[in-house]
């Protein structure tokens, strides 16, 4: 395995930390068989890349051993945003036959810390998502790492996460407050439901003052544009769900 320097803020916000040290408080509430999460959103730059970078980072800080796998074939941008290194095999590679794990995952300077970085962008992304190959990888991985982050693409516009989460044990998914809509949010959750996969909870992101205190979360939305509030078992979200079977 190669070790990369990953490309960090030496000065993150500390609001935006607290968050997501609740986050992974939650995430270690969820259960001790729940250790690999799929993270998605609903449509592009609603911060599911960071939230999903920052949950695996904040995990490694209490002493966890995380995985964490970018898994958006389609238009991944953590290469790009947290290394300058250039050719790193990745998972398309990985799925496809072309390498092997010792290849594919890299180590990095944040003790516990290892990424799957997507690698070049495939012609058949779901078939690879829902192949036997994804899923030996995560079953495999969960005997050598706590936790197995994956960092997923947007469900409402493409299904690879609910069918990544078909082999998952459970899933958060990112909202942006100021553009996403609740109808595409609900059809979302409804696709996660539909894969089997345990809704974790969901992360409203980008929220006003008001959004959060509405929610019963508040992390000094008045020191921060950006921070994180995590509804537990989405209930925001369950008010007009269809009974489950």
């Known amino acids: 395995m190669r070790t990369i320097e990953l490309l960090l803020d030496d000065a993150p916000n500390y609001f935006v930390h607290e968050a997501f040290n609740t986050l992974r408080t939650n995430i270690l509430f969820s259960g001790k068989d729940v250790k690999s999460i799929v993270v998605t959103s609903c449509i592009a730059h609603e911060g599911k890349t960071t939230v999903s970078f920052?949950?695996?980072?904040?995990?490694?800080?209490?002493?966890?051993?995380?995985?964490?796998?970018?898994?958006?074939?389609?238009?991944?941008?953590?290469?790009?945003?947290?290394?300058?290194?250039?050719?790193?095999?990745?998972?398309?590679?990985?799925?496809?036959?072309?390498?092997?794990?010792?290849?594919?995952?890299?180590?990095?300077?944040?003790?516990?810390?290892?990424?799957?970085?997507?690698?070049?962008?495939?012609?058949?992304?779901?078939?690879?998502?829902?192949?036997?190959?994804?899923?030996?990888?995560?079953?495999?991985?969960?005997?050598?790492?706590?936790?197995?982050?994956?960092?997923?693409?947007?469900?409402?516009?493409?299904?690879?996460?609910?069918?990544?989460?078909?082999?998952?044990?459970?899933?958060?998914?990112?909202?942006?407050?100021?553009?996403?809509?609740?109808?595409?949010?609900?059809?979302?959750?409804?696709?996660?439901?539909k894969s089997g996969c345990k809704i974790l909870g969901v992360i409203l992101n980008q929220a006003s003052r008001k959004d959060i205190s509405s929610h019963g979360s508040y992390y000094g939305a008045e020191y921060t544009e950006e921070y994180y509030s995590y509804h537990e078992n989405a209930q925001e979200l369950q008010n007009d769900a269809p009974a489950e079977q």
């Open 54 to 193: 920052e949950l695996a980072r904040s995990l490694t800080e209490i002493g966890k051993k995380v995985l964490l796998v970018d898994a958006d074939l389609r238009k991944s941008v953590m290469v790009s945003r947290y290394t300058k290194d250039r050719g790193i095999v990745g998972l398309s590679q990985l799925l496809s036959g072309q390498t092997e794990n010792e290849q594919a995952i890299n180590h990095t300077q944040i003790p516990n810390l290892d990424i799957i970085f997507a690698g070049p962008y495939p012609p058949n992304p779901t078939a690879l998502a829902g192949s036997l190959a994804f899923k030996e990888l995560i079953d495999g991985m969960r005997d050598v790492y706590d936790y197995i982050i994956i960092d997923a693409p947007p469900l409402g516009l493409v299904i690879d996460a609910a069918v990544m989460a078909n082999y998952c044990d459970g899933a958060v998914f990112v909202i942006n407050a100021g553009s996403t809509k609740y109808r595409v949010a609900q059809n979302v959750k409804e696709q996660l439901l």
